[in-house]
């Protein structure tokens, strides 16, 4: 199975600043890459797909970059509500994988 | 407005078996493979199974190879997941979600709790 390494693994930030979240594949998964935003007790969101398409109704400040093993998840101003677990999840091939998560908490 | 609900969640002795229903509506159904994905207590996602849009094609998860099974009822708009000899690592939220498309996982249910303990 291909592993999703992610990092890191929980982050503090401040209102407004920049975050930048990885995953890593442990093969070449071509752009098969989702981000995910889950809040706690609620279900997961998708963000972004294809590595770098914005899903409809998110917000502009998220983007997504990279393609082959490496990419990266970044929210160009954090907002009060960007506070959650983000995921990556590969889906090129099954089983899918889904990085471990990355806790984006305040500072 | 697209909907997935899921159901049939609830507390089963390790050994026991569970079935969970995905009540899907607002998109056509029978066009959309899906998915389940389950979340331990405090811990990660993890995807479980996919099944295609006619069933023709289907996934398990090794953790799960074997004891769960995974179907889809099209006229009725429904995704269903059996799981027999449930363990105490089974424990989780389990979710369905919409995969195929463009964006694969644009839709999640709000999830049902599967509690497995003596």
């Known amino acids: 199975a291909i592993q999703m390494t992610q990092s890191p693994s929980s982050l503090s930030a401040s209102v407004g600043d920049r975050v930048n979240i990885t995953c890593r594949a442990s093969?070449?998964?071509?752009?098969?890459l989702g981000w995910l935003q889950q809040k706690p007790g609620k279900a997961p969101k998708l963000l972004i797909y294809?590595?770098?398409s914005l899903q409809s109704g998110v917000p502009s400040r998220f983007s997504g970059s990279g393609s082959g093993t490496d990419f990266t998840l970044t929210i160009s101003s954090l907002q009060p509500e960007d506070f959650a677990t983000y995921y990556c999840?590969?889906?090129?091939?099954?089983?899918?994988?889904f990085g471990g998560g990355t806790k984006v908490e305040i500072k | 407005e697209v909907q997935v609900v899921e159901s049939g969640g609830g507390l089963v002795q390790p050994g026991g078996s569970l079935r969970l229903s995905c009540a899907a509506s607002?998109?056509?159904?029978?066009?959309?493979?899906m998915n389940w994905v389950r979340q331990a207590p405090g811990k990660g996602l993890e995807w479980i199974s996919y099944?295609?849009?006619?069933?023709?094609?289907?996934y398990y998860a090794d953790s799960v190879k074997g004891r769960f099974t995974i179907s889809r009822d099209n006229a009725k708009n429904s995704l269903s997941l059996q799981m027999n000899s449930l363990r105490d690592e089974d424990t989780a939220v389990y979710y369905c979600?919409?995969?195929?498309?463009?964006?694969?996982?644009?839709?999640w249910g709000q999830g049902t709790l599967v509690t497995v303990s003596s």
């Open positions: 099944i295609s849009s006619s069933s023709s094609t289907i």
């Open positions: 294809a590595a770098s």
């Open positions: 999840l590969q889906d090129y091939t099954y089983p899918l994988t």
């Open positions: 979600a919409r995969g195929g498309g463009p964006s694969p996982f644009d839709y």
């Open positions: 093969q070449a998964i071509r752009n098969d």
């Open positions: 607002g998109f056509t159904f029978s066009i959309y493979s």
